[in-house]
């Protein structure tokens, strides 16, 4: 971690990889008063600093061992580099500093996608069909399809076959800058199933450049063999598989779908007790379509966070703002299931509720992989600010996986995750639609997307 006014200084080290003249760098700094950067971090971004993306023109990073240790205008950070203070004494450059030209380009943090469910087998194009005769996505549960069909499906599915399917979304994802991600089981809702899925994820991450976090979502929905006893099944769930899912460190969070028809607020506050006792932090899917309290538990068990929200009560989103709890808003989900009615991030963010930005990617109602397309739909179809989407789709989505000031955020002392974009200004990127203004990604310092093709 920087202190302050290190950088202030020429370094002694040169650096692996200079990225220079970016048009704009989205820093998505932590600010105190008066809009400075902070060198330290001191949360999420809350009410109007979250609209302020820390951006410097002409900006330049060096990196050193895949971490940031400079950042600035071009100008300023070169006059820091040995190899430039080098060349100019000796008037030839240095072969070790890798040096990626921006001009034009804009840079910002590899995306923080915080709510995904990755690992399933299967597809449900159908019920897409369904929906545009009018089937609700709760009915379509009722009758066995949604969550239920995608179960079958990865039940009888490989292991290898499910992480081969999971690397290729994840090799996209990584296309459209994603490099820090969150994947959820839940479409086992067996020992079995859940433990294999998020062996997968594992596996994934181990193979894959993104980092992936891992949440143990055995409470997604109610499996057959246990139809018309939820109760059952929650006992099933902390007696039986939690137990060995924290035995094997699979997961950091545990999450419920704590929705009208799927697990009550006392069904869930059940299972992320459990989960708590066990070390897994809680997550809920909460109030996406019925205002039933899923916001409300979140603030009263100070989850990590608590996302869809689109039905949310303001005491919800007041309780959440207490007890900080990150609201994961999921506009892509409300984009596939054309519902009129998207989370109230402008209430929220005046409540001084975190607000962070997720795909919510799975089979059945949100096919979304960029999250530079869930920066669009902020702003479109929330009013969020194109810097307010960003800083939520970056710094503030870190703070909803745990990975808070790590991860989301371009400073001195941070991995050197970021994402090169054909735009000329952060403010432009959510104006890029139905193609990827993303064209290079670097993971700790590694460039693993080149000319918009993988290289990694
Ligand atoms: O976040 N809402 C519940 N779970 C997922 C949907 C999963 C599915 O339909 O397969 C979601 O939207
Ligand atoms: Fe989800």
């Known amino acids: 971690?920087?202190?302050?006014?290190?950088?202030?200084?020429?370094?002694?080290?040169?650096?692996?990889?200079?990225?220079?003249?970016?048009?704009?760098?989205g820093t998505c700094r932590a600010l105190?008063?008066?809009g400075m950067p902070l060198d330290e971090e001191r949360g999420p971004r809350l009410g109007p600093d979250l609209g302020c993306a820390g951006v410097i023109e002409d900006g330049a990073i060096a990196v050193r061992d895949g971490v940031i240790v400079d950042i600035g205008p071009t100008e300023e950070v070169l006059s820091r580099e040995p190899r430039w203070q080098a060349e100019d004494r000796a008037g030839s450059a240095s072969s070790v500093t890798e040096v990626f030209d921006a001009t034009g380009k804009t840079v910002v943090p590899g995306f923080v996608d915080a709510h995904t469910h990755l690992v399933y087998a299967g597809s449900r194009h159908n019920e897409h069909v369904m929906r545009l005769s009018g089937?609700?996505?709760?009915?379509?549960?009722?009758?066995?399809?949604?969550?239920?069909?995608?179960l079958e499906a990865t039940r009888n599915a490989s292991f290898d076959e499910l992480l081969q399917l999971a690397l290729g979304r994840l090799d996209i994802m990584l296309l459209h800058g994603t490099t820090t991600l969150e994947a959820k089981s839940g479409y086992g809702l067996d020992i079995d199933t859940e433990l294999k899925q998020l062996r997968v994820a594992r596996a994934a991450c181990d193979e894959h450049p993104i980092d992936i976090v891992s949440t143990f979502m055995g409470a997604h929905a109610v499996p057959p063999e246990f139809k018309d006893?939820?109760?059952?099944?929650?006992?099933?769930?902390?007696a039986e598989v939690l137990p060995k899912v924290a035995g094997e460190e699979l997961a950091e969070f545990c999450d419920v779908f704590c929705e009208e028809g799927v697990f009550s607020v006392e069904q869930s506050r059940r299972m992320l007790v459990a989960g708590m006792e066990h070390g897994l932090h809680p997550k809920l899917h909460a109030d996406e379509i019925y205002p039933i309290g899923g916001a409300e538990l979140a603030g009263e068990l100070g989850a990590v966070s608590a996302d869809h929200l689109a039905a949310a009560s303001r005491a919800g989103m007041e309780s959440m703002a207490q007890a900080g709890v990150t609201a994961v808003l999921l506009p892509g989900t409300m984009f596939t299931l054309m519902s009129e009615k998207y989370a109230d991030a402008r209430e929220m963010i005046n409540l001084?509720?975190?607000?962070?930005?997720?795909?919510?990617?799975?089979?059945?109602?949100?096919?979304?992989?960029?999250?530079?397309?869930?920066?669009t739909l902020a702003?479109?179809?929330?009013?969020?600010?194109p810097q307010e989407a960003l800083c939520a789709a970056t710094a503030n989505a870190a703070y909803a996986v745990g990975r808070g000031g790590r991860a989301g955020v371009l400073k001195i002392g941070a991995a050197a995750d970021f994402v090169v974009c054909d735009v000329?200004?952060?403010?432009?990127?959510?104006?890029?639609?139905?193609?990827n203004p993303v064209t290079d990604v670097f993971v700790g310092g590694v460039q693993v997307v080149t000319d918009r093709m993988l290289s990694y």
Request: glycine share 14%; with cysteine; aromatic share 6%.
């Open 1 to 25: 971690m920087g202190k302050k006014g290190a950088s202030v200084r020429p370094r002694t080290e040169l650096s692996d990889l200079l990225i220079i003249h970016a048009v704009e760098l």
């Open 424 to 435: 000329p200004s952060v403010d432009a990127l959510p104006f890029s639609v139905g193609v």
């Open 379 to 385: 702003c479109l179809q929330m009013g969020m600010t």
């Open 229 to 238: 006893d939820p109760e059952g099944y929650i006992d099933f769930m902390i």
């Open 135 to 150: 089937a609700k996505y709760l009915e379509i549960l009722e009758a066995g399809g949604g969550i239920l069909a995608t």
């Open 352 to 375: 001084g509720v975190p607000v962070a930005l997720a795909t919510d990617y799975n089979p059945g109602t949100s096919p979304v992989m960029s999250m530079q397309f869930v920066i």
């Open 32 to 34: 105190g008063g008066g």
